[in-house]
């Protein structure tokens, strides 16, 4: 079955860049997309379409995609930042959607 | 814009909970709506996709289980899951898309946390 793969914490220091990836065989066949998931909060999308940025969302914010693996960079990083991250796609043959396993993004 | 979503579930093992998700300030009939659930301590997990104007598609873990239906007249869609366990405990998120698939889950509700326990 199809699967996404995330590192389970990513730690940096105010106002560096953090990059977070996500990997996975339906990535060079299918669309990625991230969501930032706060304590207590619903998930809000950060990135559709591998690179998109959704209207209100800051252009420190951006994704990629080569082959299998696709980033997310959020430079300039503040405590705000500081979420879980959620890729997500989709099963080539049966379209059903899956999501990564996410990241723990600390802010040091 | 949003989605307005029905309280905290209290329900036993092999009982069935049907969760609502009203949607205001948008045109209800152009975007799709997915079902995402969330255990304690964990990350998401899709269920599947309502198309208001016909259609539903779910994930292979919860089909025969779950029941997707969709209110035009009152711009809501619900989800039915039967024969609920204790690992069915989570918050359960609707989410809208817009009716090509392809922009994300732009816009989702507060979440209703069910708890099942005897």
């Known amino acids: 079955s199809s699967e996404l793969r995330q590192p389970p914490s990513v730690s940096v220091s105010p106002g560096q860049t953090a990059r977070i990836t996500c990997s996975g065989d339906?990535?060079?066949?299918?669309?990625a997309y991230w969501y930032r998931q706060k304590p207590g909060q619903a998930p809000q999308l950060l990135i559709y379409k591998d690179t998109e940025r959704p209207s209100g969302i800051p252009e420190r914010i951006s994704g990629s995609s080569s082959g299998t693996t696709v980033t997310l960079t959020i430079s300039g990083v503040q405590a705000e930042d500081e979420a879980d991250y959620y890729c997500q796609s989709a099963d080539s043959a049966t379209t059903y959607k899956i999501f990564g396993g996410g990241t723990k993004l600390t802010v040091l | 814009v949003q989605l307005g979503q029905s309280g905290t579930e209290l329900k036993k093992p092999g009982a069935s909970v049907k969760l609502s998700c009203t949607a205001s300030g948008f045109t209800f009939t152009t975007y799709f709506f997915h079902w995402v659930r969330q255990a304690p301590g964990q990350g998401l997990e899709w269920m599947g996709i309502i198309n208001p104007n016909g259609g539903t598609s779910y994930a292979q873990s919860f089909q025969g289980r779950v029941n997707m239906t969709s209110d035009t007249s009152t711009s809501t869609v619900y989800m039915e899951v039967s024969n609920l366990r204790s690992e069915d405990t989570a918050v359960y998120y609707c989410?809208?898309?817009?009716?090509?698939?392809?922009?994300?889950?732009?816009?989702w509700g507060q979440g209703t946390m069910v708890i099942v326990s005897s």
């Open positions: 339906v990535l060079s066949r299918q669309f």
């Open positions: 989410a809208r898309v817009y009716y090509d698939t392809t922009h994300g889950m732009d816009v």
